[in-house]
């Protein structure tokens, strides 16, 4: 007997009796990982199947990582695992404290059984997409943080539509695509607004933009903001040759840069908040800390992952706006 038994009045899709097949097979050992499947000719010729019955068989155990197909050979056992009911492909651009806390978050929101496989294109188009390349057709989900990378959206097309969800940062050519994002230029622009009081005190405000790894929201809701409230203003991408004056405010977008002002401010001798304010985006625990407290502008990540993983599990299409807040501490 083969490995797939079909029963023709069993009232289960025939689809779903040759995964079953296939998953006690493995569970009882007859298959191990990397051993190749029988093919989908062999399948359909014994049972009297059609060839997109066994292929769809196929394509979920595929999708839940259980199997996987190479050119030319077949189809492989590919995992043991054979409670997973759904494999996510999670492409991040980096990994830093706080999309650690999104991931964790969307981790729990999604449940058990549920595979998350997380990657990094860390801002390179390049692999951007080979990694979704690679691995379309392998997956029940995608989420994509395409970042500020430019004319994803043809590269993103080669994935099921309905199946994948931009996170963190969208654009128009992307609306076809569920979402759950952040709106830069409106959060930058509010945020700054619900400190203006503490901003005034300052007599210059410099937005530290390095362009190559920021949305250009920030940029655009900086400007709208001394625009609109005759603030004098400076863009720098970057504190080296830096000189300090008293009575500035910096406005710090990544945690790197914000260890390098908090170091020249020392070095000065000059006071946080006193001396020179700062305003970090995006919050963190140790920010929470650092000198008392460093005032953030920030969206809610750990709300972000929940409501990404309400989103795949109730099917949901939605582009929502993920809300962001100021919170004021001493650096400020």
């Given at each position: 007997?083969?490995?797939?038994?079909?029963?023709?009045?069993?009232?289960?899709?025939?689809?779903?009796?040759?995964v079953?097949?296939?998953?006690?097979?493995?569970v009882?050992?007859?298959?191990?990982?990397?051993?190749?499947?029988p093919?989908?000719?062999?399948?359909?010729?014994?049972?009297?199947?059609?060839?997109?019955?066994?292929?769809?068989?196929?394509?979920?155990?595929?999708?839940?990582?259980?199997?996987?197909?190479?050119?030319?050979?077949?189809?492989?056992?590919?995992?043991?695992?054979?409670?997973?009911?759904?494999?996510?492909?999670?492409?991040?651009?980096?990994?830093?404290?706080?999309?650690?806390?999104?991931?964790?978050?969307?981790?729990?929101?999604?449940?058990?059984?549920?595979?998350?496989?997380?990657?990094?294109?860390?801002?390179?188009?390049?692999?951007?997409?080979?990694?979704?390349?690679?691995?379309?057709?392998?997956?029940?989900?995608?989420?994509?943080?395409?970042?500020?990378?430019?004319?994803?959206?043809?590269?993103?097309?080669?994935?099921?539509?309905?199946?994948?969800?931009?996170?963190?940062?969208?654009?128009?050519?992307?609306?076809?695509?569920?979402?759950?994002?952040?709106?830069?230029?409106?959060d930058?622009?509010?945020?700054?607004?619900?400190?203006?009081?503490?901003?005034?005190k300052?007599?210059?405000?410099?937005?530290?933009y390095?362009?190559?790894?920021?949305?250009?929201?920030?940029?655009?809701?900086?400007?709208?903001?001394?625009t609109?409230?005759?603030?004098k203003s400076?863009?720098?991408?970057?504190?080296?040759?830096?000189?300090?004056?008293?009575?500035e405010?910096?406005?710090?977008?990544?945690?790197?840069?914000?260890?390098?002002?908090?170091?020249?401010?020392?070095?000065?001798?000059?006071?946080?908040a006193?001396?020179?304010?700062?305003?970090?985006?995006?919050d963190?625990?140790?920010?929470?800390?650092?000198?008392?407290?460093?005032?953030?502008?920030?969206?809610?990540?750990?709300?972000?992952?929940?409501?990404?993983?309400?989103?795949?599990?109730?099917?949901?299409?939605?582009?929502?706006?993920?809300?962001?807040?100021?919170?004021?501490?001493?650096?400020?």
């Open positions: 007997m083969g490995i797939v038994t079909i029963r023709d009045k069993s009232g289960v899709p025939k689809y779903k009796q040759i079953a097949s296939i998953e006690k097979a493995i009882s050992g007859a298959l191990k990982k990397g051993d190749k499947l093919s989908l000719n062999s399948i359909k010729n014994q049972h009297s199947l059609s060839r997109d019955t066994v292929l769809t068989a196929f394509n979920e155990l595929k999708t839940r990582g259980i199997v996987q197909s190479i050119v030319g050979k077949g189809y492989y056992v590919n995992s043991v695992d054979v409670d997973v009911n759904q494999k996510v492909f999670l492409l991040f651009d980096e990994l830093n404290s706080f999309k650690e806390d999104l991931y964790n978050s969307f981790l729990i929101g999604m449940g058990e059984n549920v595979q998350v496989d997380i990657y990094f294109h860390h801002f390179n188009y390049d692999v951007f997409n080979r990694l979704i390349s690679d691995n379309a057709g392998n997956y029940s989900y995608y989420v994509i943080m395409p970042a500020n990378l430019k004319e994803t959206e043809n590269i993103i097309a080669r994935l099921p539509k309905d199946k994948v969800y931009i996170l963190d940062q969208t654009n128009n050519q992307l609306s076809k695509y569920p979402s759950i994002h952040q709106n830069f230029k409106k930058m622009y509010l945020g700054l607004q619900a400190g203006l009081d503490k901003i005034k300052y007599e210059k405000v410099i937005l530290l390095p362009e190559l790894r920021q949305p250009k929201g920030l940029l655009d809701g900086f400007q709208l903001f001394c609109h409230n005759n603030i400076e863009i720098i991408d970057t504190l080296n040759g830096r000189t300090l004056f008293n009575k405010l910096y406005i710090v977008l990544d945690d790197k840069n914000l260890i390098r002002i908090i170091k020249k401010i020392k070095e000065k001798q000059l006071i946080i006193k001396d020179i304010g700062i305003i970090s985006y995006n963190t625990l140790l920010k929470e800390i650092v000198e008392g407290g460093i005032t953030t502008i920030s969206t809610n990540f750990n709300l972000m992952g929940q409501r990404l993983a309400e989103m795949i599990i109730n099917n949901e299409f939605a582009q929502v706006e993920n809300p962001n807040s100021l919170i004021l501490r001493k650096s400020l």
